[in-house]
């Protein structure tokens, strides 16, 4: 039983591993060699670098850290080292060829694969194979983030399941906001759990006011009355870190929205235009006094109903500087998964390597 366990473990692992490249590949195919450096802009790094430094970051753990092996690449620490190399750099490596660094990380996936395949592995050996397999899932996520912000085409997506965006609705749900007293919680991981980040360590109290926030995330619909109201020009519905936000961008609506000659709303969707979709959430929630930390405590992506909005349109958007529709925004989300802070010459999605939590650190 023991042994079955182990191997299943292995299993486990090399499935995330193999599946998390898979997925950047797919990402990654189609996009032409001037897609794949780009355009220099804040947080949408160059396609050529995200396929390198995941490769990187992967060498960096296993191979490198776990059995002090030398890296396959000589110099890709001054090019994919996102701790220590500005992203102001990024458009001006001399890069691999897209084919050289195709196979460099071909290269180390295969010798993260041989080496689990020869080995039972540790509890250190699950940290850092779930750590890397999770990184690289990240930074497929940005990938996404950089390919719809700069209108390339709608990648194949072969794993996509699309009943995930469509979750289950209740029809007779009524939109409404929840009073939350307020209190003490415990934010970040506990010792005990088998993985965390090195932002989640460790589980502390944080007090909490009493705030509301509404029960379900806001819905295009939802959003488009406060947009049509004239919200992103009244100062009163804005906090000040919001409105500040709002006036630095001269955002008027979503970013990728565009109002049509014909008056209706559309939306860019990759490289494609569409009308816009009214039952499609938005992965965020308004609320009267919403927080980083409320909102990581309520939740906000609950399923909700489809269908034309109750909500008032005078809601306040968001608080903390963070546009409403946090998806569809003039400002990429800089971090979607942790909220730990991040210099800004540091890669804002690289998790730093963090002793496994068995080893009791
Ligand atoms: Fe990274």
Known sequence: MGTYRLHAAADRLLDALLDARAVELELLDGLSDTQMLGERAHFLEPPIWEMGH???????????????????????????????????????????????????????????????ESRTPTAEDAYFYTLAAQHEDMHAENLILILQSLGYARPHWSRFDPAATSPPVVSDYQLRDVAVPGGTFLLGASPDEPFVFDNEKWAHPVVVAPFSIASTPVTNADFQAFVDDGGYRRRELWDRRGWDWRRREQAEHPVFWARGDDGRWYERSFDAMATLRHGIRSCTSTGTRRTRTAAGLAGACQPRPSGRSQRPSSRRPAASGVSPGATTHRRPPARTWTSAPAGPSTCARCPRATAPPAAGK
């Open 54 to 116: 995941v490769g990187w970051f992967q060498e960096l753990w296993l191979s490198r850290h776990l059995d002090g092996e030398a890296t396959l690449l000589p110099g890709s620490d001054g090019i994919y080292d996102s701790f220590n190399v500005s992203y102001r750099q990024r458009w001006d490596h001399r890069y691999p060829s897209r084919k050289q660094t195709a196979e460099y990380i071909s290269k180390v996936l295969r010798r993260s694969v041989d080496r689990l």
